[in-house]
């Protein structure tokens, strides 16, 4: 059984303030927007790290969304909450590095004011001082959000009860981030409908950059009900292939699905994350050499149904700091449904926020999926915001291999691990205004599936 994200704490902190730079003699405006997560529960009396990411902004010299550093949390046994974050300023990198000294004798003004010192390599190049604004404290407590108590046992485990017709599937995706290699690990259990023996079986795919990808197939035994992995351990051979990595989950769960889809199996099929993001350890050895994995990002998914859709397509995107997003769509194989256009499934996890709020906000709402090669789309909205999703497979960065169904119809599947996307997010304030956009170049996860 896989660990489960310990339970967490988050929250969106906005500061504004001055600086003065070093031999200037005037102040420059400064103002933080920032995301704070912690692995575990904020409580006030122990010391809590947790990390920071946010856009930092200096009039006139810097305006970087990316910024990234860490937070320690004290206010009981070390009396501080101490920022340290690092961002970029005209080509240069900057850390900023303060501490609020918190006073029970002064308990508002040691909570919300924060002097800080610039520095570029260690050398200061400026001092200022930050405060939490009045008007920004509705949207900071509002803001605050903790992670879900840990997923029952069913939600992990296999998920076939012996009923024939029926197909599970456990599968790996991650993108080696030194050398942008991408990884496909899928292990598959299929009941026929007719009663026939269990199929177990699975594949490795493997996408080098700058070369042609390669795959191989394994077999197991009828009775192996879930991969070959035991405590956050992945294991396995397939032909010249082996693999022996350890998963660390690194953020929440995500139903892509409706999450009741998942657990009352009423749905063609279902499909969910353990963990919307986690991290990859190991060595790979594949007819090149060997790949060595540190802490490589990616997730691993699972499937349960009926069999494969009509036509499906399918993106995993990690758009890093924790933030993903997660599309499925797909047109069901039963009789009736077959010629409806595809049904859109949609999680953008951002901030620590699933966007639609509700598994069925995609598939009910005005999304729309033009599924094809070597190109696929995604476009959709709610009332307050609206996504276009564009998806590129590379013929030469593309595997193609066939699924049997438990009917044993077949169906074909066309899957990039070094895909190629562009996300764009905007929001409605009395126009459509930008809310975040992300390219993607051959570290997108995709597929595209047929008959």
């Known amino acids: 059984m896989k660990t489960l994200p310990r339970r967490g704490t988050a929250f969106d902190e906005r500061m504004v303030g001055t600086v003065r730079l070093a031999g200037e003699a005037g102040v420059r405006a400064v103002r933080l ?11 006030p009396h122990r010391t809590t790290e947790a990390r920071l990411h946010g856009r930092a902004r200096i009039d006139g010299m810097a305006d970087d969304p990316a910024a990234a550093g860490e937070l320690e949390i004290s206010p009981v046994a070390r009396r501080r909450i101490r920022y340290r974050l690092e961002f970029a300023a005209e080509g240069r990198r900057l850390t900023l590095d303060g501490w609020k000294s918190v006073s029970p004798y002064r308990p508002l003004t040691s909570m919300t004011v924060l002097p800080f010192t610039l520095a570029e390599d260690g050398r200061e190049v400026g001092r200022g001082t930050l405060r939490f604004p009045l008007t920004a404290l509705l949207p900071f407590l509002r803001s605050w959000r903790f992670a879900r108590p840990d997923l029952p046992e069913t939600d992990l485990a296999p998920r076939w009860d012996g009923t024939p017709g029926r197909t599970e599937v456990w599968y790996t995706t991650l993108t080696d981030p030194a050398s942008g290699t991408g990884l496909w690990l899928h292990h598959e259990l299929t009941a026929p409908a007719d009663g026939s023996p269990v199929r177990s079986h699975g594949w490795i795919a493997h996408f080098p950059p700058g070369a042609e990808p390669g795959h191989a197939r394994y077999t197991a035994p009828p009775d192996s009900a879930s991969p070959d992995s035991a405590a956050d351990r992945l294991r396995g051979k397939a032909g010249p292939y082996s693999w022996d990595l350890t998963e660390r989950f690194t953020g929440p769960p995500l139903h892509t699905f409706p999450r009741w889809a998942w657990r009352r199996p009423l ?118 915001r609206r996504i276009t999703v564009t998806v590129r497979q590379p013929e030469d960065r593309t595997v193609t291999l066939e699924y049997t169904d438990p009917d044993g119809s077949k169906a074909v599947c066309r899957n990039s691990e070094a895909a190629d996307a562009r996300i764009t997010v905007e929001r409605w304030w009395g126009r459509w205004h930008p809310d975040g956009e992300w390219t993607l170049d051959g570290t997108a996860h995709a597929e595209v599936g047929t008959r």
Do not use: C, K
Request: net charge positive.
């Open 267 to 384: 749905l063609p099929a279902a499909h969910m994350l353990p963990a919307a993001t986690s991290r990859y350890t190991g060595t790979v050895t594949h007819p090149g050499g060997e790949l060595r994995l540190d802490e490589a990002p990616g997730a691993t998914a699972r499937i349960y149904g009926h069999g494969n859709a009509r036509r499906w397509a399918w993106l995993h995107a990690d758009l890093g700091g924790g933030d993903v997003l997660e599309v499925v769509a797909a047109v069901a194989n039963r009789p009736g449904l077959r010629r409806l256009p595809p049904l859109v499934f949609l999680r953008l996890l951002r901030n620590g926020r699933s966007w639609p709020r509700r598994g069925t906000g995609s598939a009910l709402g005005a999304f729309r999926a033009r599924i094809g090669l070597p190109g696929w789309s995604v476009t959709g909205r709610t009332a307050l």
């Open 33 to 43: 927007d920032l995301t704070v997560r912690a692995d575990r529960v904020l409580l």
